[in-house]
């Protein structure tokens, strides 16, 4: 609870708005801290709801008195200032935080950064590997900016780039670009120049496309990383001494495109996703960084159709972001050509042809005025089917199928693309995963349709390209423990059959269990159900019994334990007091055993049941049947046990065969009477036995 400081608040006037209270309150908390606060700090200032805070919030946003970065939950900040090449910098705020991802997929690289920058003495140079467009320049921005913030260099130093492909039919010319030169080094060397180590001189130097750094120059410059001096072209007794700070950037792999001696002196790599490779939420954040800076460019409110903003986040973009950038330009400058001369205070962005945007389609209003790079509004509007922890907690708490299935496909097709679900449709994985399914079928009895089939093939690829840092297992646990025990029994038997067919090496998927359970929670009978177990010996034969008894009956009645020869009655005995560990089991327990000692059997697990227990020897599919239509029926355990006496006994008849020697059979297709004739007129002649 906050302790407000006394009388501050009494001179604030009658006419002072909630949304202004709200600002004052802030602006007394916060005004020193550098950390800003979340919409859950705010509120205990005023006695309204987290969501009607919220909206003040943004509110106080789009006026320009307070800003807000990209985290979860969203941190909101008072003062900011502007820095040089136009972002938005905190007063004492980490620069890092305008690098969308800096607290998501991007962390470890970002962290990688600070660490190279704070390292003593001169910090360790820095190599930023990845395709064209997904950010390496600006991060060398942000790199030599957190330096300056941190007094690591000086505040007026800059950070001096070159482009090496500029150079690389010439690497004589960057040469003498980087080290200087002297008067007569060459033709037309008419005086001495200074190079780009000398103005990098206590500050960053940023060599871009360094793959196209001539063997040379890689030569030369390593020598200076070395030694720390250097020499002009044209000369080589005058050593120059400078203090520099490297940082390169390549879109190739450094292993072959740069040599071994100087790719050692670079401890420092970090790879850059393409934007398709990004998680949704960054995705939606960058589109609406791009949004803002176009509407203050225009100074314009932009209304961006949730159709258009759909297409725009899945899709792969050969230039990533840097294309990305360009594309939503050109969709703002068609808008702005054709929509200029109405009288509307916003442009529309939409799928429709420029100059007729849609009127029914919904759009999303993007302020000019915000923080670029926070995930507000359009995290709000799409963060409901594009947010994979809250749509699996979700289901979880409801068990809503259908609605699932609908937005676990969005998802997983705005968050992967085309990759998993049209790709993966016909690869190793989903031929693997469906066999599994069918298995499944096969061992519980329950009808796996085409629709269930697809929601599994769903969870099971949300399971598998599910962040390990973004998995809250125990979450979804609790959310669905309300569901039957007996429908997480199948979830067991759905994991271990994925991670038999499925996952050569099985992985963890602490996601899949607790979905599974919910998925399955109306194809299973309540748990007021007695618990039948079949155990025998035999690498399927406890399956095959099981399984043929829960298919006849309609139901998963039947629980089957395959066991190796090798294991004698103790081991059964340990194996099934493990899985009564696991469940709960009230109503009773039948354990079904094709051989070992009943009474030992009976003795060591009774003393880990509480409830009734019934031990049977000589499992049959017959016995089994009979057992899971008993169950299915909801006897109880006293009905069972009353008629299953002398039910099982050994019948045996012995039937003789015929008498040895030649025989004659006479048969006819009319009928035995004249089968009978024939026999009477052959006997007449035929001194042996006839059989008619």
């Known amino acids: 609870m906050f302790n407000f400081p006394p009388c501050h608040y009494l001179d604030r006037g009658p006419t002072m708005t909630a949304k202004d209270n709200l600002l004052y309150k802030i602006t007394t908390l916060y005004a020193s801290h550098d950390a800003g606060f979340t919409a859950q700090d705010c509120e205990a200032l005023m006695a309204v709801s987290r969501s009607v805070i919220s909206h003040y919030l943004n509110r106080l946003c789009d006026e320009g008195k307070l800003t807000k970065q990209n985290t979860r939950p969203v941190r909101f900040f008072l003062a900011s200032n502007t820095d040089a090449t136009g972002a938005t910098i905190h ?14 997929s991007l962390q470890p690289q970002v962290e990688l950064c600070r660490a190279a920058v704070n390292y003593p003495q001169d910090g360790l140079a820095l190599l930023m590997v990845g395709e064209s467009g997904v950010g390496k320049s600006y991060l060398a921005h942000l790199i030599h900016q957190y330096a300056v913030e941190k007094a690591i260099i000086a505040a007026g130093s800059q950070l001096v780039d070159v482009n090496c492909a500029d150079y690389a039919n010439n690497p004589e010319l960057l040469s003498g670009a980087l080290f200087g030169y002297i008067r007569g080094a060459f033709t037309g060397a008419d005086r001495e120049k200074t190079g780009l180590l000398d103005h990098a001189d206590g500050s960053f130097l940023f060599l871009d496309e360094v793959h196209r750094l001539s063997a040379e120059n890689q ?28 940082l390169f950037a390549t879109t190739e792999g450094s292993d072959d495109a740069l040599l071994t001696t100087f790719r050692r002196r670079i401890p420092c790599r970090v790879e850059l996703p393409a934007f ?62 054709q929509q200029k001369a109405l009288e509307q205070p916003y442009l529309i962005l939409s799928l429709s042809a420029p100059g007729h945007p849609a009127a029914a389609g919904e759009r999303l209003p993007i302020s000019p005025a915000g923080q670029p790079g926070s995930l507000s509004l359009l995290g709000q509007r799409l963060g409901g089917w594009l947010n994979e922890e809250h749509l699996l907690l979700e289901f979880c708490q409801s068990a809503n199928v259908p609605l699932f299935t609908r937005k676990l496909e969005r998802w997983l097709h705005y968050s992967q693309s085309d990759l998993l679900l049209d790709r993966s449709r016909h690869g190793y994985l989903w031929k693997k995963s ?20 697809n929601t599994l093939w769903l969870c099971l690829l949300c399971a598998l390209h599910a962040q390990p840092g973004q998995q809250h297992p125990d979450e979804l646990a609790a959310a669905s423990a309300w569901t039957s025990q007996r429908a997480l029994m199948v979830a067991d038997e759905c994991l271990a059959l994925i991670h038999a067919e499925v996952t050569p090496q099985p992985q963890p998927l602490p996601l899949l269990r607790p979905v599974i359970r919910t998925l399955f929670h109306h194809h299973v009978e309540p748990d007021q159900l007695i618990q039948g177990v079949i155990v025998s010996h035999g690498s399927a034969t406890a399956s095959s019994i099981a399984g043929t008894a829960n298919k006849l009956v309609g139901g998963y009645y039947l629980k089957a334990f395959d066991m190796p020869f090798s294991v004698d009655t103790q081991g059964i005995i340990e194996m099934l007091i493990r899985h009564l560990d696991s469940i709960q ?12 000692s009943l009474n030992e059997i009976y003795r060591e697990i009774k003393l880990h049941l509480h409830s009734d227990l019934l031990v049977m020897n000589n499992v049959s599919t017959s016995m089994a049947l009979d057992i899971a239509s008993k169950i299915q029926h909801r006897l109880s355990m006293p009905e069972i046990v009353d008629s299953i006496k002398g039910a099982y006994e050994v019948e045996a008849r012995y039937y003789e065969g015929m008498i040895r020697g030649n025989k004659i059979v006479i048969s006819c297709i009319s009928g035995a009477g004249v089968s009978a004739k024939l026999k009477d007129i052959l006997e007449r002649y035929l001194v042996m036995p006839l059989i008619g």
């Open 434 to 453: 469906q066999y599994a399914f069918s298995r499944l079928a096969d061992l519980t009895g329950i009808e796996i349709n085409p629709a269930l089939r």
């Open 276 to 337: 398709s490779a990004r998680p949704v939420a960054e995705r939606v954040a960058l589109i609406e960084a791009f949004l803002q800076q176009e509407a203050s460019r225009l100074k314009r409110e932009i209304q961006v159709e949730v159709a258009l903003m759909q297409q725009l986040i899945p899709t792969p973009v050969r230039g990533n972001v840097g294309e990305l950038k360009n594309r939503i330009k050109v969709l703002c400058a068609g808008a702005w050509s």
């Open 219 to 246: 030569e030369k410059l390593f020598l200076f990383m070395d030694k720390g001096y250097f020499y002009r072209l044209g000369d080589s007794r005058t050593r120059r001494y400078a203090n520099v700070r490297f």
């Open 585 to 596: 089991h009230g109503s009773g327990l039948i354990i079904l055993v094709d051989m070992g």
């Open 91 to 104: 007063a004492g705020h980490d620069p890092f935080s305008l690098f969308i991802g800096a607290d998501g």
